[in-house]
């Protein structure tokens, strides 16, 4: 990764937005660079800079380009402080590879460190509370579809933080549960 330029958190957090694709002009060593900065990654950032795990807080935007691929250049964000410099990242509260969505909702912002321990593990706050939502539905003889629904309500992020929009979530809760 070659960094172009750093920027500091009130320069860029601004320019964050939800549109299509919207880019901005940035200027480095008088090269112009369009960055894109709609990404849920960057969405997520802007909601909250400080890792839900540590604290760290993401204190850096750093524009950076790939060296081994010519793609358009990037904003990172990363916590720094005279010890260290860690970037931050998005974390799937739900992971994707047990069927959570990738939805800002399902997004809260994790330092690397932390989100490398946290793996694809489950939160057990998050877990607990949709396991006995479903254990409750399933009691009430409610079928695996009508379950789908129900959490893919609205009102159901009131009630667990976020929406787990995943089509195999019964069984997911299922397996993990041993219901």
């Known amino acids: 990764m070659i960094r172009l330029k750093e920027f500091s958190v009130e320069e860029i957090i601004g320019f964050i937005n939800d549109g299509d694709n919207v880019k901005e002009t940035f200027v480095v060593n008088d090269q112009k660079y369009k960055v894109g900065l709609s990404s849920l990654r960057l969405l997520c950032f802007k909601r909250s800079l400080v890792c839900v795990s540590c604290g760290r807080i993401g204190n850096l935007f750093a524009l950076e380009k790939s060296v081994e691929k010519d793609i358009t250049p990037h904003f990172n964000l990363y916590h720094k402080d005279d010890k260290e410099e860690i970037l931050m990242t998005q974390d799937?509260?739900?992971?994707?590879?047990?069927?959570?969505?990738?939805?800002?909702?399902n997004l809260q912002t994790m330092c690397f460190k932390c989100n490398h321990k946290k793996g694809n593990a489950i939160n057990e706050g998050y877990i607990d509370v949709l396991l006995s939502?479903?254990?409750?539905?399933?009691?009430?003889?409610?079928t695996d579809n009508q379950i789908s629904n129900i959490l893919a309500n609205s009102e159901t992020k009131k009630i667990i933080g976020f929406n787990p929009l995943m089509s195999d979530m019964c069984s997911i809760i299922r397996q993990l549960s041993n219901l």
Not at 99 to 104: K, V, Y
Not at 133 to 142: A, E, G
């Open 133 to 142: 939502l479903i254990k409750s539905l399933i009691d009430q003889k409610y």
């Open 92 to 105: 799937h509260i739900f992971p994707k590879s047990k069927g959570g969505a990738h939805c800002l909702e």
